[in-house]
């Protein structure tokens, strides 16, 4: 077991009271109230009903966003101004990292998803295997194959035809995402956006080497780098067609994308305040810059994620 | 330094803005009262048409949207707040610590869940009623064919995550960091290391929930077909990420409350706590195993047999470790100088019930006899024997030990362990009848039942209504104590209670160890 | 020994022994039965017997353990002026309690595996039955090597006026059906089972049978009846709000009786057939149309077309619209809600009823009849 350091125990800084926890609250809940109005709607309501929906949620999303925006800000200032100790700012290194081995765990519920109907429920629908023996009956002229271009709906003649109640039409997929031809690889965007966005990492790393030089200059052009490297990364991710009602293939698909492309999106809005932050502000010092550090774990994490996307959703 | 050592400021802005993990604690404590009287209205409800047979008081529909709101209102707003309430009062006080790693959080973990939980039983009063699916929510019946008040359950369960993974971080961080000097882990206090290992579990397991409601939403809203075989997708893989989640979690409510025993048992026995190193590591060893059983859920949805067949291993492995803190408990029993207060009373109510709750798991865990008991009610009988008696009566027995501390009054013995007799009996006579019906073939989630089942089902309606009314003693004691009980000034308040939070004086002063404690070295762990 | 303990022990030991001695008494579906019944067939055995073995393991280890606990509560308190020791470990206890209960675990597992192992022979049987649960009724089909299927629904059969206690409730409260499943005794018999809509379960406690049957997927079941009788059960899965209300009986017959009944039914079939090219009277309609309409549509539609899960029939736009629409609701279904396609449950001269009497009775009155015939031409479009 290791035991902590004990030498530095200064004063822990433990703030008095705030505001912060219960404005988040109110934004939080407004938007989510506001969100599942909008569903509930697009699916059972009349359409002229929703832009109460959409106001709740906008108004809810964007008080919960200037909050978080406030928070950040005060606990930068609380820094800058000294008030944590050693000791605190590892609570801060110990609350980031968990919370990115939480976001692990989400995703490894898709890519547990992902493996779980390509390896066993997809040869069951075709019949294979002792689980799936019987299932012939139903899903009678359905072969399985990764990607699943053609749903067992399909296989047998459309929603009216299929063996159980109808509850959605999902069509074939149109194009396969996954990697055709050896020949023209170089058109292939999703190697182009690997190669993106595994770059993007080294360039955040030499930003880092950076500032712990105290070379601003170079800190600040290489995030500067690095943001835009993710840009790209979303504009190119952008332009991928595949529609999600195509089967389980579209929604692993788009899910793991999907999610991957979100978690970008924050880490490059994570990455751009830092960069702000450095140039605007001239925040960072050698020996002080979590700020920039968390945000860049996170990238890391972003990055880690999108190898395990492509070798098993665009190669595999 | 001055403005850090006034006390709590005055009115409601105390509660909402404070950051104090003594109020957060409190305002948890209650909360999670207050969702024990709402989940236990809804059992109420459940029990009072199961009374007899035949349709009586409320239709199907409703039945099932009370068993659903009732499950999910004990697991995720009675149980599992209450035993974080419990970390934030004593984690900082027992490893010496000025409060939690990360306050402000601390804060916003708590105020979360009210406006979630209103939300949630708003459902009830939405068109086509609360959600219906029961609180494991399978996948058709919760996308397809559930109620339009299900994207608001979906959103709920997303919030509710968010506060229980926050929590745990910050459960985390203050353990692995805020540590007074000498308090090395081996010395924690068994409270601290189960929750340690519960909050591992939380932060590992409430993502891939919200993963599964995600998939919910995407199938209802956006025509993915992640729970439809139409598809390529299957129901059964909602089973599969559900429990990869909910296995964890039954762990989850059941840590904490092992980690309470493990400090009230040696403090009634005036005697050390039997093997500390293999309570530890028996903690480890459930949590780890945890996460590969959980298809004991699903026997009967037809996975191949080699799944079966490991499940079901995996599964039994869990009662060697559970086992030995059993037999732990009873061994520091063993020759010690007891007494029989009422948080041992709860303690020793909890250590009989919850044995026979884990043997009838161990039986459940069977796969074959499992064809016969899954979906019957000989599971509820069994899952209210670890949940009520093990994390209900700990939790019972951990407000009544440390209340005297809490607030510097004691509370009246004679009505607490009268509390203790009737839960005793209450609970018994509404839980052990049950295992005889669902061996008898009653399945569970039915809101009427055939004849046969008659008698046993009025004892487990006369016991459930017994059970429930002497909480209401439960919660006078509670505020009398709170508002008129009999002073206490004495450190220890228990004359065998051992570890840091009895150092300080009694009540608990509003900051405590703002600088830390040392710890003797030499001193073993409590 | 203290008037406390001994109240302690009696509570606890009390129902242990209860259960122990509930054994004498098991036996399929009697009043306060309080064990599991060993069942009619072989694999039901094995299983109650396995059970027996368990529960009686642990009720030993549950002797030894309480029997420690009371010895201290009893003779170790402080109010008997004891010292406490201060051992607080042992190493050679704490690995012999980890390795004994671990050994009795791989005891308790040979038999459970080759119990499971019988449970999962489902090859060479004699015959297959496909089970279909819908919401909320079983749907059995005979299937035929020749492709002459025999297929029936089965419902609950228990009066509403039973459920909502305005009549005595009968002996088989909630565990009668319409048409019970028949099988012949001493034949392995495999049951296919799968579901139309939401997840159901498919269990009857005498044959040591549960499996769940979901839609999309077909799982495997078997079993060889010794004995010729009823058999009850239910469903047990959560399956939406008729969940407590969709019992199964099998009915196990001589081989004989089993071919006669079998021939019956593919008698009634043909006659079905034959109706379906007959024109029938309004009365008629209306007549049939209530009862397919009590069976089939009134768990969600209400007994006077009031609504309930479904929308309002009386009054309804659709049921007083274009007959066109109607049929297509009855036959196709409206996807994505619990409205399912009945036109593959109903025949067509049941659907061509029960139109018809939605369309009249619940004071809709529009006075048009619908004929096998429309049916039949509405399905080929
Ligand atoms: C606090 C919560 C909690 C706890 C601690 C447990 C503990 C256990 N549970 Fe339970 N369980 C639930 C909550 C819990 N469970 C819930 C909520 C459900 C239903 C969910 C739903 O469907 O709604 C459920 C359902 C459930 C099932 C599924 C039943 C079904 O639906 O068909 C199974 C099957 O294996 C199971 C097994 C076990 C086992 C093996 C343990 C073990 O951990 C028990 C171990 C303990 C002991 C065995 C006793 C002490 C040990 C000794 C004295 C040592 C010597 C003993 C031996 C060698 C026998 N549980
Ligand atoms: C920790 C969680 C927890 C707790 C504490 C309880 C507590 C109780 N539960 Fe349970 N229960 C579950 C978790 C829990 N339950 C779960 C997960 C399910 C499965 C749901 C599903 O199938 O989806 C379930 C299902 C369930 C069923 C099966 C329903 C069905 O299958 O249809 C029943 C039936 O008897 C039941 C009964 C009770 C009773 C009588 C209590 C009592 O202990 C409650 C006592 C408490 C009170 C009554 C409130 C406090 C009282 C007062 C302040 C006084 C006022 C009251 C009176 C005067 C009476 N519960
Ligand atoms: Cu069908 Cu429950
Ligand atoms: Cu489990």
């Known amino acids: 077991m290791t035991s902590q350091t004990s030498t530095e125990y200064e004063k822990y800084y433990v703030p008095e009271k705030s505001k912060l926890a219960v404005c988040a609250t109110i934004g939080l809940v407004l938007s989510i109230y506001g969100a599942a109005s909008i569903m509930n709607d697009m699916t059972f309501g009349d359409p002229n009903e929703t832009t109460s929906s959409w106001t709740i949620f906008i108004c809810g999303l964007f008080f919960f966003l200037a909050t978080l925006f406030s928070w950040f800000r005060i606990a930068i200032k609380e820094n800058i101004a000294g008030m944590n100790s050693a000791q605190l700012k590892r609570s801060y290194v110990l609350g980031m990292f968990w919370f990115i081995f939480s976001e692990v765990m989400f995703f490894f519920a898709f890519f547990g998803a992902l493996f779980y109907v390509r390896t066993l429920v997809g040869p069951w629908l075709a019949g294979e295997g002792d689980a799936g023996r019987m299932n012939g009956l139903l899903w009678e002229g359905f072969e399985f194959s990764w990607p699943m271009m053609q749903t067992p709906q399909e296989a047998v003649g459309g929603a009216a035809a299929q063996p159980i109640a109808n509850n959605g039409s999902f069509t074939s997929a149109e194009t396969s995402m996954a990697f055709a031809s050896a020949h023209a690889w170089y058109a292939w965007l999703p190697l182009w956006n690997t190669i993106i966005l595994l770059t993007s990492s080294f360039t955040c790393h030499i930003a880092h080497m950076g500032i712990l030089d105290g070379n601003r200059k170079k800190f600040n052009l290489w995030l500067g780098i690095t943001v835009a490297l993710g840009m790209i990364f979303l504009v190119v991710q952008a332009h991928f067609g595949l529609t999600m009602n195509a089967g389980i293939y579209g929604s692993t698909f788009f899910m793991l994308t999907g999610f991957h492309g979100f978690h970008v999106l924050m880490g490059m809005t994570m990455l751009l305040i830092q960069f702000l932050r450095s140039v605007r502000g001239g925040h960072f010092t050698a020996d002080d810059h979590f700020g920039f550090e968390a945000s860049s774990w996170y990238w890391h994490f972003v990055d880690v994620v999108w190898v395990f996307l492509f070798l098993f959703v665009y190669i595999l | ?526 | 020994m203290c008037f406390e303990a001994k109240r302690l022990i009696k509570l606890a030991l009390g129902p242990v022994l209860m259960l122990m001695g509930a054994t004498v008494m098991a036996a399929g579906g009697e009043v306060n039965q309080m064990n599991m019944s060993p069942g009619v067939t072989e694999v039901g055995k094995q299983i109650f017997d396995l059970h027996m073995i368990i529960l009686g393991i642990c009720t030993i280890i549950g002797i030894g353990v309480f029997g420690v606990m009371f010895y201290s509560i009893i003779y170790h308190r402080k109010s008997k002026g004891v010292t406490p020791a201060t051992f607080h470990e042992s190493t050679t206890v704490e690995i012999a309690w980890t390795v004994i209960p671990f050994l009795i675990l791989i005891g308790m597992a040979v038999p459970a595996t080759s119990t499971l192992l019988s449970i999962y022979d489902h090859d060479e049987a004699e015959m297959d039955i496909l089970v279909t649960g819908y919401q909320w009724k079983w749907k059995y089909e005979y299937l035929d090597e020749d492709g002459e299927n025999v297929s029936f629904f089965s419902n609950l059969r228990t009066p509403r006026s039973e459920i909502y206690n305005t009549e005595k409730k009968g002996e088989h409260y909630l565990l009668e059906v319409d048409e019970p499943v028949v099988i012949p005794e001493n034949t392995k018999v495999r049951f296919l089972i799968t579901a139309n809509d939401v997840i159901h379960s498919w269990w009857v406690p005498e044959l040591a049978v549960k499996k769940d049957a979901i839609p999309g997927f077909i799982n495997e079941a078997w079993t060889r009846t010794s004995e010729a009788g009823i058999y009850r059960g239910q469903c047990a899965e959560l399956c939406g709000k008729d969940h407590g209300f969709m019992p199964i009986v099998v009915n196990v017959v001589s081989r004989q009786e089993y071919d006669e009944w079998l021939g019956a039914k593919q008698t009634e079939a043909a006659e079905i057939k034959a109706l379906m090219a007959q024109t029938f009277t309004m009365d008629e309609l209306m007549e049939r149309g209530k009862a397919v309409y009590d069976r089939n549509c009134l768990a969600c539609h209400g007994a006077n077309g009031e609504g309930g899960v479904g929308t309002p029939i009386a009054d309804s736009a659709i049921a007083t619209g274009e007959l066109g629409g109607h049929l297509d609701v009855g036959i196709n279904g409206v996807p994505g809600t619990a409205m399912q396609a009945f036109g593959g449950q109903l025949n067509d001269v049941d659907m061509a009823a029960v139109v018809t009497y939605q369309r009249n009775a619940f004071g809709n009155n529009m006075g048009d009849m619908v004929q096998p015939i429309d049916v039949f031409n509405h399905k080929k479009g």
């Open chain 2, 1 to 526: 330094m001055g403005d850090h050592h006034h006390g709590p400021a005055k009115g409601l802005g105390r509660w909402l803005f404070t950051t104090n993990h003594k109020d957060i604690g409190t305002m948890y404590l209650w909360f999670s009262f207050a969702m024990f009287i709402l989940g236990g209205f809804f059992a109420m409800v459940i029990r009072a048409e199961l009374f007899q047979p035949g349709m009586q008081l409320v239709d199907p529909a409703f039945f099932n949207q009370m068993t659903t709101l009732h499950g999910l209102v004990m697991v995720f707003g009675a149980i599992m707040p209450s035993f974080v309430g419990l970390a934030n009062w004593l984690i900082p006080m027992m490893i010496g610590a000025p409060d939690m790693a990360l306050p402000r959080m601390n804060n916003w973990s708590f105020w979360i869940l009210p406006p979630t939980f209103l939300l949630l039983a708003s459902t009830l009063f939405m068109e086509g009623g609360a959600p219906a699916f029961g609180w494991t929510f399978y996948a058709p019946l919760s996308t397809t064919y559930a109620p339009p008040s299900v994207t608001f359950f979906i959103f709920s369960v997303h919030v509710l995550g968010l506060s229980s993974i926050m929590g745990s971080i910050n459960i985390i961080a203050t353990v692995m960091n805020m540590r007074a000097p000498g308090m090395t882990y081996m010395k924690m206090p068994l409270f601290v290391w189960t929750w340690l290992i519960t909050a591992f579990l939380l932060v590992a397991v409430m993502p891939v929930l919200a993963g599964a409601v995600t998939m919910m939403l995407m199938d209802i809203h956006f025509g993915t077909s992640f729970f439809s075989a139409a598809g390529g997708g299957d129901p059964v893989l909602f089973q599969h990420v559900f429990w990869f989640f909910g296995h964890p979690e039954v762990y989850i409510i059941i840590l904490p409350a092992f980690g309470v025993v493990s400090q009230i048992i040696p403090a009634f026995s005036r005697k050390p706590l039997f093997g500390y190193d293999s309570m530890v590591y028996a903690t480890a060893s459930i949590a780890f195993l945890s996460f590969i059983v959980w298809a004991h859920h699903m026997y009967t949805v037809g996975m191949p047999i080699a799944g079966e067949l490991f499940f079901m291993y995996a599964t039994m492995l869990i009662a060697v470790p559970t086992g030995v803190k059993v037999f732990n408990w009873v061994s520091t029993m063993w020759r010690g100088a007891l007494s029989f207060e009422t948080p041992m009373l709860f303690s020793l109510g909890f250590l009989v019930l919850f044995t026979l709750g884990g043997f009838t798991g161990l039986m459940l865990s069977i796969a074959p006899s499992d064809f016969q008991y899954h979906d019957s009610y000989f599971v509820v009988a069994h899952f209210h024997y670890v949940m009520v008696a093990g994390a209900v009566f700990s939790m019972t027995a951990a407000v009544y030990y440390w209340l005297p501390k809490w607030c510097g009054r004691m509370y009246n013995e004679s009505m607490g362990k009268t509390h203790f007799w009737i839960s005793f009996i209450g609970f018994n006579l509404t839980f052990f009848p049950q295992h005889f019906v669902g061996l008898a073939g009653m399945p569970r989630r039915i809101p009427d039942y055939a004849l046969q089942f008659t008698d046993f089902n009025m004892m487990s309606s006369v016991g459930a209504f017994i059970y429930g009314a002497s909480q209401i003693l439960f919660l006078y004691n509670v505020i009398a104590t709170i508002v008129a009980g009999k002073p206490v000034s004495d450190e220890k308040v228990w004359d065998g209670a051992e570890g840091l939070e009895w150092t300080l004086p009694t009540p608990a002063p509003y900051h405590t160890f703002e600088t830390p404690p040392k710890i003797d070295p030499a001193h073993a762990h409590s």
